[in-house]
Every structure is written in structure tokens, then in C-alpha cells.
């Protein structure tokens, strides 16, 4: 199962920032969290990931509340190419012996313009 | 994108025939994975593959095989399709054990009919 819970979907104006939750209530002290996103009928793409600072790269900002139990991604300006299905995924930073990540269903983030 | 390419791209089969999804990468990346994905759901791992020659099963991986003769090539084997495999498969690549540097391929739709 899963370990963490996110909106099925989301709306956000086109030029706006989108803010996507996702609860992590039962992270270990050495997961992080992990953003990927999927655009239609692609495969997965990184985007970010965190442990307990908050952190910024050229494509989002990822915010995790002090207790660790919920995070934020802020995509800034949003665009219509944001249109896609955003995963939060909890996980160690190496890969163990499972060689997996676990999936959930995601979020389906809507820019409309 | 990086330079991971999988074939075929869409196919149509029958049930019980044996199909060949092939991974190819430029990358020189010592790891690569076979994932589905099925609607609604995340991805989910079938084999990996850790070296030449060097594979292990995932989380589902009943009804398929896996073969690395190569650094470059990993190939997907189902021996007798069925309905259930009906899915869409990505192929991912990563230099080592660290999941911010994964990269997805695009994806092979695969129906049995």
C-alpha cells in the first residue's frame, strides 16, 4: 500500500501557482519525499525531493512541515505543459533490496487558462 | 531526455503467443528496470536488473522473464501472454542505487486480445 495520501484531482489558472498536498503521516526519520510527475502517455519524470528542509530547484519548490507528516509542492507559474498526474512517494534515499518505489494513484493537476 | 528508447512502441497480440519488449540505453547506466502500469494505478515493478547478466524479480513478477546480455539492452519476456498483462510497461535507467537519477522511457502499450 501506498504511504502517502494526495487529492485525486486539482484545478489551477494557468500563470498561477499550484500547490499540491500530500500527507506522509508514518515517514521514517530516513525517508525522503519524492516528487515525479507524468505527463500523458509518457513516463515519469523527477522532479524533486526533500528530507526536512524545505527545498527549490528550476522546476519546483517542495515544502515539508516540521513533524514531517505532510509536504507541499509549489509549481510557481504554472503552464498548460503542467498538466499532468504528480506522485508524492516516500522512500530512503537509496534503493534497498526491493529496488522500488511505491506508487500511489497521484494527483491529476488541471492548468486551465 | 535521456537516452533510453523502448520498442515496439504499441502492439497488439494474441493470447498465448510469447512477446519481446526490448529497453535500450545510451546512457551506459548499470541499472534498469521493467515497471506496469495499469489505470488508475501506479507503477509497479516487474524485474530489475542490476548488471550483465545480473536480474532479480519485483513486486509482480509472475508470467514474465528478463534477459541483459548487454549493458545497453534489457529485454521484457512474456512467455504465453494473457488478458491480465494487457498494460501499458515502462522501462527505467539509473547509474546507481539512488532514485533522484532514474530515468523513464516512454512507454510500450501492450494489449492481448
Known amino acids: 500500500d501506498a504511504k502517502t495520501t494526495q487529492p485525486p484531482s486539482m484545478d489551477c489558472a494557468e500563470g498561477r501557482a499550484a500547490n499540491l498536498p500530500c500527507n506522509h503521516s508514518?515517514?521514517?526519520?530516513?525517508?525522503?519525499v519524492y516528487w515525479y510527475r507524468q505527463i500523458h502517455s509518457q513516463g515519469p519524470q523527477y522532479i524533486i525531493h526533500?528530507?526536512?528542509?524545505?527545498e527549490t530547484n528550476e522546476m519546483a519548490s517542495l515544502i515539508i512541515t516540521e513533524d514531517r507528516k505532510s509536504s507541499t509542492l509549489i509549481l510557481p507559474h504554472a503552464t498548460l505543459r503542467d498538466t499532468a498526474v504528480y506522485y508524492c512517494?516516500?522512500?530512503?534515499?537509496?534503493?534497498?533490496?526491493?529496488?522500488?518505489?511505491?506508487w500511489g494513484a497521484g494527483t491529476k493537476l488541471i492548468i486551465k487558462p | 531526455d535521456a537516452g533510453i528508447t523502448q520498442s515496439p512502441r504499441h502492439k497488439v497480440t494474441e493470447t498465448g503467443t510469447p512477446v519481446t519488449l526490448r529497453c535500450h540505453q545510451t546512457?551506459?547506466?548499470?541499472?534498469m528496470y521493467w515497471y506496469r502500469q495499469d489505470p488508475g494505478h501506479g507503477l509497479r515493478l516487474i524485474h530489475y536488473s542490476y548488471g550483465v547478466k545480473d536480474t532479480d524479480k519485483g513486486e509482480v513478477s509472475d508470467g514474465y522473464s528478463v534477459s541483459r546480455s548487454k549493458t545497453e539492452d534489457f529485454l521484457l519476456t512474456l512467455e504465453s501472454a494473457t488478458s491480465s498483462q494487457t498494460s501499458v510497461y515502462f522501462c527505467?535507467?539509473?547509474?546507481?542505487?539512488?532514485?533522484?537519477?532514474?530515468?523513464f522511457g516512454q512507454g510500450t502499450r501492450l494489449t492481448v486480445v
Open positions: 512517494i516516500v522512500r530512503a534515499l537509496e534503493m534497498d533490496s526491493n529496488y522500488q518505489l511505491i
Open positions: 527505467a535507467i539509473s547509474p546507481g542505487q539512488v532514485w533522484t537519477e532514474a530515468f
Open positions: 546512457e551506459n547506466h548499470r541499472y
Open positions: 508514518t515517514i521514517s526519520g530516513n525517508e525522503y
Open positions: 526533500g528530507l526536512k528542509n524545505n
